[in-house]
């Protein structure tokens, strides 16, 4: 019966595949959790956060968590231009099961200190 049901189910159709298409990437959670900490944020500011991100990769992860509506880019028309970045009210949203699994990690990784992983 069980196995039936997996057989027709269908894990892109789920919210939890829909959830990890917008956070998957090895950087975009660490930008919306840089983001929630300090907001608003340069790109730059960024870039120092992250460390090891080419200023490419940070540029692509900024556009498509802008595309998927997470963050909010502004603009201010002056010279040099000035660009800050800040959560969205659904990129807030998110930080509630983001923060969670910081919660967890840190329960975890001290209950395995001293342990090989």
């Known amino acids: ?39 608003p944020v340069r790109f730059n500011e960024l870039k120092r956060y992250i460390k090891n991100i080419s200023d490419k990769t940070l540029s692509s992860n900024l556009k498509e968590l802008e595309a998927d509506q997470l963050i909010v880019r502004k603009e201010y ?15 807030k949203s998110l930080m509630e099961v983001l923060d969670q699994l910081c919660i967890w990690g840190e329960k975890n990784r001290q209950s395995l200190s001293g342990t090989e992983h």
């Open 77 to 91: 028309p002056q010279i040099p231009p000035r660009v800050e970045y800040s959560l969205s009210e659904r990129g």
């Open 1 to 39: 019966m069980i196995k039936n049901y997996i057989a027709e189910a269908n894990f892109e159709d789920t919210g939890f595949s829909y959830t990890l298409s917008l956070i998957s990437g090895k950087h975009k959670m660490v930008i919306l959790y840089c983001l929630m900490e300090f907001e």
